[in-house]
């Protein structure tokens, strides 16, 4: 291995500033494209993950909050605005919009118990009364006769 295949602190440093700046790139050209079509599911999908990423929290609750409008029956936009909402430290909110995620269908229970976005509420002593009540309603396996 050569001295130039070692990253030293100034290549990490010029790589996150290059990720930052791509992310500022995109976030504007989203933005741009959702003021000719606001309604356009996918680019404010891609925003809010986008804002998330860069630590843009009130925004990506914004956007997270206009895709449920758009679709209030999709599971995952509901399970990414209980993010956004613990990434805000509002649990009751994060709580309650997770527990709709999963009424509308989304079972990835073991993403659920390790998702970093959901901290926050994985700290509260609801969230194992939420998780007994998952694996209640979990489909048991019929005995083998």
Do not use: H
Not at 35 to 63: H, I, W
């Amino acid at each position: 291995m050569s001295t130039q295949d070692i990253e030293g602190p100034q290549d990490v440093a010029e790589d996150a500033d290059a990720e930052t700046a791509d992310m500022d790139f995109e976030i504007a050209f989203y933005e741009a494209i959702l003021e000719q079509a606001p309604n356009c599911v996918d680019v404010l999908m891609a925003l809010s993950n986008n804002y998330t990423r860069r630590g843009l929290f009130e925004k990506g609750l914004n956007a997270d909050q206009r895709l449920c409008r758009l679709r209030p029956s999709d599971p995952i936009i509901r399970y990414n605005l209980a993010c956004s909402y613990s990434l805000l430290g509002q649990c009751d909110d994060a709580l309650d919009t997770l527990q709709q995620a999963v009424c509308l269908g989304y079972s990835d229970l073991a993403f659920i118990q390790q998702d970093p976005d959901l901290e926050v509420v994985r700290q509260d002593p609801r969230y194992i009364t939420f998780l007994e009540g998952l694996q209640l309603k979990k489909p048991r396996p019929k005995p083998a006769r």
